[in-house]
T-cell receptor
């Protein structure tokens, strides 16, 4: 069965430091995509970064990078130089290239708090 | 370009009542998804429309939930009669293309439903 696991319910980080949010997944499919979304207190879901299973390089988007280790089935999000505005819930999600219609499977989320 | 919008933002109803949630996807997006996050749990897929057709409704919890997308534009999700366990945040997302890596899903702000 396909499953996403985020083992850190809550994380704290000092402003300007880097933080890694863990995400592991379980699938027997070879072709899939991994996503990270941010949900601030206002409630909207903001797309952050995407990694394809066949991408050889780790994805990066500004201060966000995805540490993709396919053999270990992990897709950790690294946020560099944390800012107070990074405080939010972060969700890891997975989607498949087969005919499953593109639905996303989400992890439980990690609540990140950035301390000044 | 307007994003995905959802109405209402909050709804408080009594057990046994009916509630209808609405989602307006991004114009031109054929794919529309409904997800739900029950308190403290992961976000779960409910169903997927391609234009006006239900592509996948495997996540619908029971027959008290009815989703429609007449004309392939906006979608409604009706809960009738509502139960306490239906409380949560209901998200709508839309995408231009449904294959993983080829169609990022854009989420709406969600509707927070509270059943008392």
């Amino acid at each position: 069965a396909q499953k996403i696991t985020q083992t850190q319910p809550g994380m704290f980080v000092q402003e300007k430091e880097a933080v890694t949010l863990d995400c592991t997944y379980d699938t027997s499919d070879q072709s899939y995509g991994l996503f990270w979304y941010k949900q601030p207190s206002s409630g909207e879901m903001i797309f952050l970064i995407y990694q394809g299973s066949y991408d050889e390089q780790n994805a990066t988007e500004g201060r966000y990078s995805l540490n993709f280790q396919k053999a270990r089935k992990s897709a950790n999000l690294v946020i560099s130089a944390s800012q107070l505005g990074d405080s939010a819930m972060y969700f890891c999600a997975m989607r498949f290239r087969n005919n499953q219609g593109g639905k996303l499977i989400f992890g439980q989320g990690t609540e990140l708090s950035v301390k000044p | 370009e307007a994003g995905v919008t959802q109405f209402p933002s909050h709804s408080v109803i009594e057990k046994g009542q009916t509630v209808t949630l609405r989602c307006d996807p991004i114009s031109g997006h054929d794919n529309l998804y409904w997800y739900r996050r029950v308190m403290g749990k992961e976000i779960k897929f409910l169903l997927h429309f391609v234009k006006e057709s239900k592509q996948d409704e495997s996540g619908m919890p029971n027959n008290r939930f009815l989703a429609e997308r007449t004309g392939g534009t906006y979608s409604t999700l009706k809960v009738q009669p509502a139960e306490l366990e239906d409380s949560g945040v209901y998200f709508c997302a839309s995408s231009l293309r449904r294959l993983a890596g080829l169609g990022e899903q854009y989420f709406g702000p969600g509707t927070r439903l509270t059943v008392t």
